[in-house]
């Protein structure tokens, strides 16, 4: 079942600013949807959708069963308890301790003081700042800080946690900390997860599905592994390049060279995801027809929804056996392309 449901959703600030257009979208119960998009094409006006921090100018925002369009502003406030947020900047209370961050939501709620102090300590554990209770955010590192939000932001045991480029204020080691700490989290109580990023990297790491957003549209969506394997949008691609899984370029210059360099038969592209990968698939197939498979260069690349892989090949053989390999990989739906 769908926890979260955009359809038709539009934005548009001070009667001037279309931020987004005609959103449609759908996420699972577990999900770890990502969202990724250029510096202004919508993302945190959606995120602040899915919280009720923000009103959609037109279109329904089913978040937990209800339109936050149609509920009032205590229905909207009981909501937004089970829905924890962390955010770039951590926007953390500087005045106030770690353990004391934590509780922050849960006076609010008014929970009784001893309960509070339980489920910090259980929250701390959680995070890995047991020893830093007492602490002040000033005497923090970056991921120290964002461990703290994201145990504050899971105080009220939220059923959907709202993740704005949680990540960017922080080194690419510090981030991978994180994310492994977030998908532990997701493990642990499978919480669905949105997280906001302008870095494909981080959709590759831990996120299960993807929305690429552009202008305020969402140009492409689906599971990570397929559409890392088969991206359509060019800002799809751009975000693609970013990734290890882009080394496209390098290997286009080296055709050339690879070409003087293995003059029998023909060098192939094969690119396969983890329908078809783990399995000696492209040596049976050779061997079937006869054919000698060299292989080039070759990479294979991990997404939470599977492997995806490229292999540069030559093959060397009678032109009518590479023909009927050919078409038997292409059969097996492994993408092949002739250089
Ligand atoms: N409160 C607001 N009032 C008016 N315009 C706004 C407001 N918030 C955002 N916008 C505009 O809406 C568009 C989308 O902004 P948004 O902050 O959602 O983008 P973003 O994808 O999060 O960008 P970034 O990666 O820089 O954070 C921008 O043109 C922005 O200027
Ligand atoms: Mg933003």
Request: proline share 3%.
């Given at each position: 079942m769908a926890i979260i449901k955009l359809s038709n959703v539009n934005k548009i600030y001070n009667n001037d600013v279309h931020?987004?257009?005609?959103?449609?979208?759908?996420?699972q119960e577990g999900d770890i949807y990502g969202i990724i998009g250029y510096s202004g094409a919508g993302k945190s006006t959606l995120i602040r959708l899915l919280n009720g921090l923000e009103t959609?100018?037109?279109g329904e925002v089913v978040v937990l069963g209800e339109d936050f369009g149609k509920i009032n502003n205590e229905q909207r406030r009981i909501k937004r308890q089970s829905i924890g947020m962390i955010f770039q900047h951590f926007n953390l209370l500087w005045s106030r301790t770690v353990a004391e961050n934590i509780a922050f939501p849960l006076e609010i709620l008014g929970i009784p003081k001893a309960e509070r102090e339980k489920r910090v300590d259980e929250l701390v554990k959680l995070v890995g700042l047991?020893?830093?209770?007492s602490n002040y955010p000033s005497q923090l590192s970056g991921g120290q800080k964002q461990r703290v939000g994201i145990a504050r932001a899971l105080a009220g045991k939220p059923k959907i946690l709202l993740c704005d480029e949680a990540t960017s204020a922080?080194?690419?080691e510090t981030t991978a900390d994180v994310l492994e700490l977030i998908n532990e989290i997701h493990k642990k109580t499978n919480i669905t997860v949105?997280?906001?990023t302008h870095e494909m990297n981080v959709v590759k790491t831990i996120c299960t599905k993807v929305a690429v957003i552009d202008d305020g549209k969402i140009v492409?969506?689906?599971l990570v592994s397929d559409v890392f394997y088969n991206p359509q949008n060019n800002v799809t691609k751009k975000f693609l390049k970013q990734t290890s899984f882009s080394s496209e370029k390098s290997a286009i210059q080296n055709v050339a060279n690879w070409k003087e360099e293995f003059v029998n038969g023909r060098i192939i592209k094969l690119t396969f995801n983890n329908k078809n990968f783990n399995e000696p698939i492209i040596n049976d197939v050779t061997h079937e027809f006869n054919v000698k498979l060299n292989i080039i260069?070759?990479?294979v690349d991990k997404t939470k929804t599977g492997y995806i892989g490229t292999l540069y090949t030559q093959l060397i053989g009678e032109d009518v056996d590479i023909d009927k390999v050919i078409d038997k990989?292409?059969?097996l739906e492994i993408t092949v392309e002739v250089l």
């Open positions: 931020a987004l257009k005609d959103i449609d979208l759908s996420v959609a100018t037109n047991e020893d830093r209770k922080l080194d690419p949105v997280l906001i492409e969506e689906g260069q070759g990479k990989l292409i059969k």
